[in-house]
């Protein structure tokens, strides 16, 4: 009973609803495919990324997040390769050490951080063969998703492995706060909760047990002059990600319906419709 009422209570309210309501404007029709699949390149002209209602749904495409991110002077991953049929992959022209990235989806489903054949995500050894046959049913069955190979990116160390993730959630320019997640997994792993000056706040979602308090990377200012700049241009509320690597903040990606808005604790609700309402109102 207790567990029913802690659900309910994480997973209902206005800012879900709202989250909801977003998702289904959003993905909801004959055309959301197309418009999230649509060509874009940085050179595009401003006018063309918003030439539809919700245009923003362009950047839910991975490598269109990349052109956008880039066009306003983020740092980002080389990119090796791009495309939708695996065949014409040449690994032997890949480094030792690689990312592979769907350009839709969430929850780093069909990610895989390749370190010298191991990766690191489900911790398994892949042959190229085998990735490539994965890839290949993926685009059986959406025939529009293509995958990006892309830079490992290392540390701000130096060393390879699992990057931190740093989560800015943002309405039009103002940054509510910042999710830091030490991965261990896709799923796994400890969060915390800092606002843009790195004081630590409470916990706004439920998602990851709490993390132990710990110092700002080296490029916070980049990533929150970044993360204003994007968030301004994408002009709603959404959650951006950066990483703080050995060549400083790159660019992750943007996701607008976060967690599809469940999961969040009382604190993290007040604390977003406040941001929303007084920076987004009446937006979407």
């Known amino acids: 009973m207790i567990n029913t009422i802690t659900d309910y209570l994480r997973n209902s309210g206005e800012f879900t609803k709202r989250i909801k309501d977003r998702h289904d404007t959003f993905w909801k029709n004959a055309d959301a495919e197309a418009i999230r699949n649509a060509k874009m390149t940085k050179d595009d002209h401003f006018e063309k990324w918003q030439d539809i209602p919700h245009w923003q749904r362009k950047l839910s495409n991975k490598f269109n997040a990349r052109e956008f991110a880039y066009k306003h002077g983020c740092k980002l ?8 049929d695996p065949d014409s992959i040449d690994f032997s022209k890949l480094p030792a050490n690689y990312v592979i990235r769907p350009t839709t989806g969430h929850c780093s489903s069909l990610v895989f951080l390749m370190r010298d054949g191991l990766n690191l995500f489900d911790r398994k050894m ?22 990006l190979f892309e830079e490992f990116l290392e540390q ?24 830091v997640i030490n991965r261990l997994g896709p799923n796994q792993g400890y969060g915390s909760f800092y606002d843009e000056n790195w004081n630590r706040i ?83």
């Open 77 to 84: 991953p080389e990119l090796y390769w791009k495309g939708a």
């Open 126 to 147: 892949y042959k190229p063969d085998q990735i490539r046959e994965i890839l290949k049913q993926e685009t059986i069955n959406k025939p529009d998703l293509e995958f």
């Open 202 to 284: 409470r916990k706004v979602t439920h998602t990851y047990k709490p993390a132990k308090p710990q110092s700002a990377p080296a490029c916070l200012q980049d990533m929150v002059v970044a993360a204003k700049k994007l968030s301004k241009a994408y002009g709603i509320f959404v959650r951006i990600d950066f990483y703080a690597t050995y060549k400083g903040c790159v660019f992750g990606e943007f996701t607008p319906t976060p967690s599809m808005g469940r999961n969040y604790s009382s604190f993290g609700r007040k604390l977003l419709l406040n941001y929303w309402d007084k920076y987004c109102a009446g937006l979407i």
């Open 156 to 179: 701000e160390q130096g060393k390879h492995g699992i990057l931190n993730d740093y989560k800015f959630f943002c309405f039009n320019g103002e940054i509510a706060c910042i999710q």
